[in-house]
């Protein structure tokens, strides 16, 4: 009986430890992170802010459009300066994701 109550807590702490790779720090229990997407070479003043929103509830359904277009549109900007990408996620059972774009 000890082997397989042993035999299980390692798989679980083995699965715990390992996972996919992503291009984000992700964290298990709580992320809030604010990251860079991309920078183009307009350079000049940013006047303009636009954001675009998506939600996740449970990691189950995921609702939204967080498009660089649409932040475009949101902000009235038709050349794009750089971009930036946030992310908060609790437990996965309620996470927001948000785009926002900065230009002329």
């Known amino acids: 009986m000890k082997r397989v109550i042993y035999g299980i807590l390692a798989l679980s702490v083995f699965l715990c430890l390992t996972g996919c790779?992503?291009?984000?720090?992700?964290?298990?229990?709580?992320?809030?992170?604010?990251l860079p997407v991309t920078v183009?070479?307009?350079?000049?003043?940013?006047?303009?802010?636009?954001?675009a929103k998506c939600t996740s509830i449970l990691s189950l359904i995921a609702?939204?459009?967080?498009s660089i277009e649409t932040a475009k549109k949101n902000g009235g900007i038709t050349k794009v300066h750089h971009v930036d990408w946030k992310a908060k996620n609790i437990l996965g059972i309620f996470g927001?994701?948000?785009?926002?774009?900065?230009g002329e």
């Open 40 to 51: 183009t070479s307009n350079a000049g003043k940013t006047l303009k802010v636009g954001t």
């Open 63 to 66: 609702t939204g459009d967080a």
């Open 21 to 34: 790779a992503t291009n984000v720090p992700v964290g298990g229990l709580y992320t809030e992170l604010k």
């Open 96 to 102: 927001e994701y948000e785009v926002t774009v900065y």
